[in-house]
């Protein structure tokens, strides 16, 4: 059975929809730990605290607003959530995903989706940007598990390109007209809320993955099965655990994730401008 039902998911879109009036988003923005700056530069911006939206979870992770901040961010109608869910914070993956759901009913086409990440690749400096351009999802549950809603997508959905290839050509195009720095790998999720261990990240290492975090995937899984483009980007604010002789703290990935924030807005603003 799935966590919702349509009729839910229906019932907060229309919540949403009359706030909204008669705007219509066409990218939906999520905003990771310490990123959510963002939202401040939004034109004509009308502010939705989730927690009066019909179903909604509550954000609690440091660093997120929890809020939605809807309007024009570089002549994009956008939906910014400034501030996510996150499966450590105690909720399922049907909550943890249930806005992506929600904004594809109101007409959101595309979903740029953020995150402050550990670096896993030794050959790379923390505070480098990494485009996503696939994941490693060990959790044994999955967002699409139970019930399959066909006004979302199919049963068995193809996960081939779960990341647009032409949208992380744009990224790397933007990147490198701005002249700015960044990566293309593979990002780990892992659930949290402890960081990894050290064996963890060697085994991350050989599997594949340039990097590990708490978030995105299940985002872009269901993204992905609702027939959105997708374009994930990570900040990678720490080098991840073994790999320095110093412990993790949450103060160093918000830290580092203000440190970046002037290329990182650069990356995501040019997508943003150059996206057809």
């Given at each position: 059975?799935?966590?919702?039902?349509?009729?839910?998911?229906?019932?907060?879109?229309?919540?949403?929809?009359?706030?909204?009036?008669?705007?219509?988003?066409?990218v939906l923005l999520i905003l990771g730990s310490g990123l959510g700056y963002l939202a401040d530069q939004v034109e004509d911006p009308l502010a939705v605290p989730y927690e009066d939206i019909p179903h909604f979870a509550r954000s609690t992770a440091p660093g997120h607003a929890g809020r939605f901040v809807f309007g024009l961010l570089r002549g994009r109608r956008v939906a910014v959530m400034q501030g996510r869910f996150h499966y450590y914070e105690g909720y399922n993956f049907p909550q943890v995903t249930y806005p992506v759901r929600v904004l594809r009913l109101l007409g959101a086409e595309t979903m740029i989706v953020?995150?402050?990440?550990?670096?896993?690749?030794?050959?790379?400096?923390?505070?480098?940007?990494?485009?996503?351009?696939d994941h490693i999802k060990l959790a044994l549950d999955s967002p699409?598990?139970?019930?399959?809603?066909?006004?979302?997508?199919p049963r068995f959905p193809d996960s081939g390109q779960v990341y647009t290839p032409a949208l992380r050509a744009l990224a790397g195009q933007v990147a490198a007209k701005q002249g700015i720095p960044v990566e293309h790998g593979v990002y780990l999720f892992m659930p949290g809320p402890q960081y990894e261990t050290p064996a963890e990240i060697r085994a991350a290492r050989l599997l594949g993955a340039d990097a590990v975090g708490m978030s995105t995937v299940p985002e872009a899984v269901v993204a992905s099965h609702a027939g959105m483009g997708v374009l994930g980007i990570s900040l990678l604010t720490n080098m991840a655990a073994g790999i320095l002789d110093t412990p993790l703290s949450e103060e160093e990935v918000l830290t580092a994730a203000e440190a970046g924030r002037e290329k990182f807005s650069a990356l995501v603003l040019g997508c943003l401008e150059r996206m057809e």
């Amino acid at each position: 059975m799935a966590e919702f039902s349509f009729a839910q998911y229906q019932e907060s879109a229309d919540y949403l929809s009359a706030r909204l009036g008669g705007f219509r988003p066409e990218v939906l923005l999520i905003l990771g730990s310490g990123l959510g700056y963002l939202a401040d530069q939004v034109e004509d911006p009308l502010a939705v605290p989730y927690e009066d939206i019909p179903h909604f979870a509550r954000s609690t992770a440091p660093g997120h607003a929890g809020r939605f901040v809807f309007g024009l961010l570089r002549g994009r109608r956008v939906a910014v959530m400034q501030g996510r869910f996150h499966y450590y914070e105690g909720y399922n993956f049907p909550q943890v995903t249930y806005p992506v759901r929600v904004l594809r009913l109101l007409g959101a086409e595309t979903m740029i989706v953020t995150n402050a990440a550990g670096c896993v690749n030794t050959a790379w400096p923390a505070g480098t940007l990494m485009v996503m351009d696939d994941h490693i999802k060990l959790a044994l549950d999955s967002p699409l598990r139970g019930e399959n809603l066909p006004q979302f997508g199919p049963r068995f959905p193809d996960s081939g390109q779960v990341y647009t290839p032409a949208l992380r050509a744009l990224a790397g195009q933007v990147a490198a007209k701005q002249g700015i720095p960044v990566e293309h790998g593979v990002y780990l999720f892992m659930p949290g809320p402890q960081y990894e261990t050290p064996a963890e990240i060697r085994a991350a290492r050989l599997l594949g993955a340039d990097a590990v975090g708490m978030s995105t995937v299940p985002e872009a899984v269901v993204a992905s099965h609702a027939g959105m483009g997708v374009l994930g980007i990570s900040l990678l604010t720490n080098m991840a655990a073994g790999i320095l002789d110093t412990p993790l703290s949450e103060e160093e990935v918000l830290t580092a994730a203000e440190a970046g924030r002037e290329k990182f807005s650069a990356l995501v603003l040019g997508c943003l401008e150059r996206m057809e």
